[in-house]
């Protein structure tokens, strides 16, 4: 058998390895609330989400991006060169780039190499043998017109939009759907680069605002420029980004933990006065989250906030935002108390995911909760560090807005990012966990321990779940299971016999132990401990109708008859 039939067989096997396929689909069953739910997923689904062999054998180690932006036809083109290390001998890479995208040519040493396409994965047969240890590197050029996105930032792809004068604006932004919807890579969130170049080529018209340092500005002499970014540190792939518009800009300098930190502000040109104005909300936002998170993680790449053409999205040392130079959600409280009008969610938000999503990444989407349930908690404690530690807990106590629709965490190895149920029922369990800690300098040590030990890393849901048990010196495994991987909220059930208050938790996993704070006695919170089975403790309350717990808690209560 030649080189290449091997190399096509082995392409081929990439359908049997690791999950059960049936037909190109398999069947995953996970717990509801009510009836058992069968969620279905196709072989694309395992390409894309799982560390195939194709991905396993090689870490990135550097990105060099040159992208070229064509105005008449929303079309792209530009190659991407893949530098990595090798960790094991093997000679089949995958690389991703998503439909309708064309790869024009892979080249290793001068060769042009022999690929396949496997929907939006393309299997690239190397002619030589890597060498553990060593350090490659690959060239692939592309072009076409990426997807557009229709409702962005949720639905990922490109942005082809006008400002209110008429001019292109135009972005990316491409969390769930993954960065080869615009630029081939390997597109999966447990392998990030060490650092990064990106080359944006637009028309002469627009300046393009990436992540990192602007490192040079090349005018071509063909009616087109190039900005050249610089990321010097790792960086997620769907982080990066292009900003394309008529922009002012003004920059600052705030002076936090690790000394003085540039930021940089890109609005549009005829915003600047609002900018200047909206965005002052930046220095207190980091003033709280450098205190209860810790330093900053880019320091050496900065700060930006850019004025994108869609609501706003994290991207590492880029933050894009769209939120009208309004406080709220687009003027909206989220929160329906009144604390979400006091400040710009759109800033507090995306840039509370520089700790939790670019600092800390999720090494597969279905973890995506350790993103997004950690920046919905910040909108709580940004409130409580203007307002007080009441409004902050009001604020959150505000979103329980929960579907309950399916777990959390998602199904792993397949592209399954989970419940939407990760931003407010995550937010209200981190600020139960603080309760149960009850001791707040304690909780701010364990929320800058984490930033700290996994500091530019990627992580699983059971590193987070660790860690935080042990700084805590509470075990919080099984309140991580319930709020996390159940569809339940659990329930308190009471009753009242001759002055002694019944207790105990239903609708929870077993072994489920979390303690709550209750009123035993008038005005006066007491700690109990419900377990599965019925306990009891003297109460000094005469009428129990309503047994008061302590609103932090985030539990259904129950009186039921003996």
Request: charged share 20%; glycine share 8%; net charge neutral.
């Amino acid at each position: 058998m030649n080189s290449r039939n091997r190399f096509l067989k082995a392409v081929r096997t990439v359908r049997l390895i690791f999950l059960p396929v049936l037909s190109g689909l398999f069947f995953i069953p996970f717990r509801t609330s009510g009836q058992p739910q069968v969620r279905v997923f196709t072989h694309a689904d395992t390409l894309r989400g799982s560390i195939t062999p194709q991905r396993a054998w090689w870490d990135v180690s550097f990105y060099d991006l040159h992208v070229k932006i064509n105005l008449e036809d929303s079309a792209i083109s530009g190659y991407n060169l893949i530098t990595y290390k090798v960790l094991k001998s093997e000679s089949a890479m995958q690389i991703d780039l998503r439909m309708p995208l064309e790869m024009d040519s892979i080249v290793q040493d001068g060769k042009r190499l022999q690929f396949v396409r496997d929907g939006n994965a393309f299997f690239v047969q190397l002619v030589r043998r890597q060498k553990r240890n060593a350090h490659e590197t690959v060239a692939v050029y592309y072009h076409g017109k990426p997807e557009i996105s229709k409702n962005p930032p949720w639905s990922g792809g490109f942005i082809w939009k006008r400002d209110s004068l008429g001019n292109p604006f135009i972005s990316t932004a491409c969390q769930t759907v993954g960065a080869s919807i615009w630029w081939p890579c390997k597109d999966i969130e447990s392998d990030e680069p060490d650092s990064q170049r990106i080359a944006i080529t637009v028309p002469d018209q627009l300046m393009d605002v990436s992540n990192g340092r602007l490192r040079s500005t090349v005018n071509n002499g063909d009616g087109t420029t190039t900005y050249e970014w610089f990321v010097n540190n790792p960086i997620n792939n769907y982080d990066v980004s292009i900003n394309a518009g008529q922009y002012a800009h003004y920059t600052e300098t705030y002076q936090g933990e690790q000394g003085a930190l540039s930021l940089d502000f890109w609005p549009l040109a005829y915003n600047l006065d609002k900018a200047k104005k909206q965005f002052t909300q930046v220095r207190s936002m980091l003033q709280c989250f450098e205190h209860w998170f810790g330093p900053y993680p880019w320091y050496r790449d900065g700060y930006k906030l850019i004025e994108a053409p869609y609501l706003g999205m994290e991207h590492q040392s880029a933050v894009t935002y769209g939120n009208r130079y309004e406080n709220g959600y687009l003027g909206r409280d989220l929160s329906k108390t009144g604390w979400g009008l006091k400040f710009d969610f759109i800033i507090v938000h995306e840039s509370a995911h520089e700790w939790f999503g670019n600092n800390i990444t999720n090494k597969d989407i279905a973890d995506m909760w350790i993103h997004e349930s950690f920046a919905n908690y910040s909108e709580n404690l940004y409130v409580e560090s203007l307002f007080g530690k009441s409004a902050g807990a009001t604020y959150v106590e505000g979103t329980r807005n929960v579907k309950n629709d399916r777990p959390v965490i998602g199904q792993y190895g397949v592209h399954d990012e989970g419940s939407g149920d990760m931003y407010n029922k995550g937010g209200n369990m981190l600020h139960t966990i603080r309760q149960i800690i009850g001791d707040d300098e304690k909780w701010r040590s364990v929320l800058r321990g984490l930033n700290a030990r996994f500091w530019h890393q990627t992580v699983s849901s059971r590193q987070i779940w660790r860690y935080m048990s042990e700084a805590s010196g509470v075990d919080l495994s099984k309140v991580f299971e319930q709020y996390l991987t159940t569809t339940e909220i659990p329930v308190l059930e009471y009753r009242l016999d001759h002055q002694f208050l019944y207790y105990r938790w239903t609708h929870v996993v077993k072994g489920f132990n979390m303690p709550v704070k209750v009123m035993l006695f008038p005005e006066n919170y007491s700690l109990i401990r419900p377990a599965d089975s019925w306990r009891k403790i003297a109460a000094g309350v005469a009428d129990l109708s309503d047994l008061r717990v302590d609103d932090n808690f985030y539990i259904l209560v129950k009186r039921v008859q003996k």
